[in-house]
């Protein structure tokens, strides 16, 4: 009987649920961020223009060749969607062929060519124009078009990201607008005030510090976008940012939490959810190998591995990052965010340990030989300085708490807030015992080589370790399985304790309830804001605009 | 028309008001001395995860920070900092300010041109600049030179007050009176004109004690000033700012501190005032 | 008028030696333009190159100042680095509502202000005035952003009777009748005005309270009671004019926050003024557009020292200008 009456239930509810979902017309979204986007455009988006509010924007106004499916390995070519590019194959193992869909079109109604993908690709390339981009793409050997629709991308080396190379960093412009200005003048001309791209949404207006619109394109060639109305709308502070969420003025913000607080006070609305993503964030205390007074030479203290080691156990750093995140963070192993696949595979960081963190440092020699509560060897105290950038009040607050639970052990930890550019200065040039860094990683593992490896760029602290290097250089070219070498790899850095790896947090954003098809990318989280739509009968008088 | 400053002090100590601001302030400075031996180590974080951000109850009156410390000892600890930075550098500043003004209002001509453009030529330079120069070059600054220099940048705007006010006054009776017996320009700048630009100068202390207190906190920012975990009022008050609507204690209570502090400097002020006021009888 | 020539002079050569004094001090400060891109996406030494070169910061110091000046003579304060977008658009285009903003809570807290002080200088010593006045005190010992955060709360959120945040309701459509445009700038005005007003408006009627105390028993006050006249002439003619020394004073200390805002109100407001601008480009050393906005704030330092000057002559005839 029961069974008899839920199926009837059933029954009648399914059309009120189909309803429910079935999606109102117009629709708008106000999203909250932190900066405004004033260069939307890509290969502009270097050196300082290298925002997230302009790469944001320019993910709305300009479409790449294939993206990747949420939580496919980027070195799987199988684990990406069309985009521009209707199909793709591999002619050998160092050339990629690009077939771009016809139907694809510039907001000013031209066709996206080949001539577009190879131009684009050519001042992507060019080190003089976008250093960083040059440097992502130093793999790619040549970019050519065979006719109107087929690119062909070779390499010079045959690697497991050739994929991710050729869609990932490079978003197409047009060709018939750009390639007769000169490539330092785009940034103050006409194109960047009211960018033309290729996208589900195009420019409408700016509003100087304050709000940038932009409209659907009706006529997108992968499908009508099921939202009429976008505004990105600024507001630097974060507490104006919870605020305008709150009041009902806007209707969705990536990084809710830190701080919690802010959970809880989405949920009383009721009016919100939240969802995660994989983030790209990664948070350690970093330890000088060297002097910082002479950068010859190794550090003091620090040079001893036994030191790094017994630190990072005296930390509880499972409840430092529930302090802040929630559970909306893990303590990662090894350099890796969540955004990172790698991070599924590898095994669990270690807990706090105070016992065996006692036992190292005596065995490194350190001793509380005169009773004041830090400890000495030789006469010196074992005592450190951390440079925290006063930008982040979370950062300097799990700063105090380290120096707290250090304090525990006997060293001694002073906190050094530094002004950000004045930290940067100090922490680039190596001048310091420990470092707060925090790392926006991409989502490819060759992130890693930068910062983890004997001559990488971003090296600061001048940690080395030839093993790591090779297991890196060797998994990194892998095709196939390479999980297993990365993960040897990243016990190695873990074992040799370059740094305390603190916190791999989720990207929390909130969403009004009102949307339905929400698909959220990491990285990017509204990379795929043309899916979503407004449930009938729940729309707001702001979302009853028509597409024109 | 002349009334030492013993004279004024005392006459200020006489009136209600002043008594009852000397008290409150006593009240206040005794709170930073002795209550922290009385109270829960400002320091201690006895549990991150679950015991931050507490309300306030019996076990912590003023609740708990961010960090799980207890907010009642870090203001009682915090007073030391702040009340320190505010006596010293307001007192420099306002000396400083007072001097300035006079001579300039008082002589006037080139001598007035000269300063008034300094003191303008060093308002339009951004002050954060010098503070991040030094900064770079004196890392370990002592608490000490971070009042005074707090002190040495914070008079440019009493000495317009200041000059202003002689300004008006210098072609006043008692002056003019005091010139045709041949006294001294010192004597008429120390003994004539300062008493009376009491007024102005006394107003700016008092505003100054709230803004030097907060100031302290905006420089530790910049790596000047108290590190952490070492508490300071404005430093507190900064920290909660974030969590200003989840957990209002954070940073109510420093700022209940501030305006105190405030309102007994402004008591004792007033009184002052109306006790070096000349034809106050 | 020979003096306010001089005057002027004086304050155009002061106002231009700060400027190339803040052009060499903030070079010569710690961090520079690419500092901000290195902590969250790393730069190899070359790419740092590249971008010096692009942004002239290879050049060196006396070129880039030569550069500077030539450029500024000619209202052209180069491109920001920050922004990728010339300074002067984006000064100009942030100045309105600095503008807007600071006149509006100028004219509330110098006019209310004083009349409020003068008003307590002659209810001295009453409850109603000793309360007035510890409010208004405590509201000046109170953070900007707290009253701020509050009001924000209290009136934007709780009540929804404002908009909680920015100076134009995105929504609004462009073509929209100006009436209803202005009437909602007006309604994003009130929240940020009001907060700056109530937390400034301390120091004026302080200083006005005590003026006044001060100017009732001066000796011409006295004679012109002596002389009968209306008591109401006496306080609000002679007294009042006399005790605007120090407003006055204040006003013109206080003039360049017109433009250069105030950081921590414009930001939890999210009000596109001068202010939260200048303070982002600071940490970002964004030198062209700190210098474009460090020339217009020293230009009203200067100004607000010159108009309190000539205000002084106006109010009391007996000051020798100076």
Sequence with gaps: ?548 | MRLPASTAIRRALAAPRGRAGVMALGAIVLFGIVAPFALPDPFAQPDIVTGAMQAPSALHPFGTDQLSRDVLSRVATGARVSLAVAAVAVALSMTLGALVGLIAGYLGGAVDALLMRLVDGAMAVPRLFVLLLLVAAWERMPLVALMLMIGATGWLGTSRLVRAEVLRLKDADFVRGAEALGARSGRIMFRHLLPNTMGPLLVAATLGVGDVILLEAGLSFLGMGVRPPTPSWGGMILDGKDVLTAAPWVSIFPGLAIIATVLAVNLFGDALRAASDPRET | MRWLAGRVGQAIVTAALAVVLAFFLMRAAPGDPLSRLGDEHPLTPQQVQVLRARYGLDQPLTAQFRAFVAGALHGDFGTSIQYGRPVTDLVLQRLPASLLLGTTVLLITFVLGSWLGAAQALRAGSATEQTVGALSLAAYATPSFWLGLVLAWLVGIEWRLLPAAGMHDPLLAMDAPWATRALDIARHLILPALTLAAVNIGATMRHERSAMLQALREPFVQSARARGLAERRIRWHHAFRNALFPVVTLFGLWLPLVVAGSVFVEKVFAWPGLGALAADAVSARDYPLLMGVTVLVSLMVVGGALVADAAYALLDPRVRRA
């Design chain 1, 1 to 548: 009987m029961r069974r008899l009456i839920s199926i009837l239930a059933a029954i009648l509810l399914l059309p009120i649920c189909a309803r429910l979902d079935a999606q109102a017309p117009g629709g708008t979204i106000v999203i909250v961020t932190g900066e405004q986007a004033t260069v939307p455009v890509p290969t502009l988006i270097e050196g300082a223009a290298g925002t997230r509010a302009n790469q944001e924007l320019a993910d709305q106004l300009f479409l790449r060749l294939a993206v990747r499916k949420p939580g496919r390995a980027t070195s799987d070519e199988k684990g990406y969607e069309p985009q521009l590019a209707r199909s793709w194959s591999r002619r050998d193992s160092l050339t990629l062929v690009f077939g771009l869909d016809p139907r694809a079109r510039w907001h000013d109604g031209k066709p996206v060519t080949a001539r577009d993908v190879v131009f684009t690709f050519g001042r992507a390339r060019d080190p003089q124009i976008a250093p960083s981009l040059a440097a992502q793409l130093q793999h790619v050997r040549d970019v050519r078009a065979e006719g109107e629709y087929r690119v062909v991308i070779s390499f010079d080396e045959v690697y497991g990201e050739q994929f991710f190379d050729a869609t990932y960093y490079v978003q197409p412009i047009p060709a018939h607008l750009l390639a007769s200005l000169p490539a330092d003048n785009i940034s103050r001309s006409d194109f960047v005030r009211a960018p033309v791209g290729d996208g589900p949404y195009r420019f409408v207006r700016s509003v100087p510090g304050e709000s940038v619109e932009l409209a659907a394109e009706p006529g997108f060639f992968l499908g009508k976008p099921g939202l009429a109305r976008v505004i990105f709308r600024t507001a630097t502070d974060p507490a104006a940012r919870m605020n305008l969420l709150l009041s009902g003025e806007a209707d969705a913000m990536a990084s809710v939490v830190p701080p919690m607080s802010n959970r809880t006070r989405l949920e009383r609305t009721g009016d919100f959810r939240l969802i995660t993503t994989p983030s790209d964030l990664l948070g350690y205390l970093l330890f000088n190998y060297r002097n910082p007074a002479d950068t010859s030479r190794p550090h003091p203290i620090l040079a001893d591995a036994r030191v790094r080691q017994a630190m990072t156990l005296a930390l509880d750093r499972h409840a430092m990052a529930l302090s802040q995140f929630g559970p909306y963070s893990v303590v990662p192993f090894g350099p890796v965010s969540q955004m990172l696949w790698l991070g599924n595979v590898s095994p669990k960081a270690p807990r706090q340990n105070v016992a065996r963190a006692r036992a190292l440092l005596r065995e490194a020699g350190w001793n509380d030989s005169d009773g004041d509560g830090t400890l000495d060897r030789g006469g010196e105290p074992l005592s450190l300085s951390l440079i925290v950038p006063s930008s982040s009040i979370m950062r300097r607050d799990i700063g105090v708490m380290a120096q707290e639970q250090l304090r525990q052990v006997g060293v001694r930890l002073e906190v050094i807030v530094l002004e950000r550019p004045v930290w940067q200065e100090r922490f680039v040039s190596g001048r310091f015992d420990v470092a707060f860094g925090a790392l926006r990683q991409v989502p490819s593992p060759s992130s890693l080589i930068d910062s983890w490896t004997c001559r990488g760029a971003n090296n600061v602290s001048h940690y080395c370790d030839p093993a790591v290097d090779s297991l890196l250089s060797t998994a990194i070219v892998t095709q196939g399985n390479a999980a297993p070498m990365f993960v040897d790899a990243l016990s190695r850095i873990e074992q040799d304790a370059p740094a305390t790896f603190l916190y791999a947090p989720l990207e929390v954003i909130a969403v009004h309830k009102r949307y339905a098809e929400v698909e959220l990318r990491d990285g990017s989280p509204w990379l795929m804001l043309w899916h979503w739509h407004v449930r009938r009968g729940q729309d707001l008088p702001r979302d009853r605009v028509v597409i024109h």
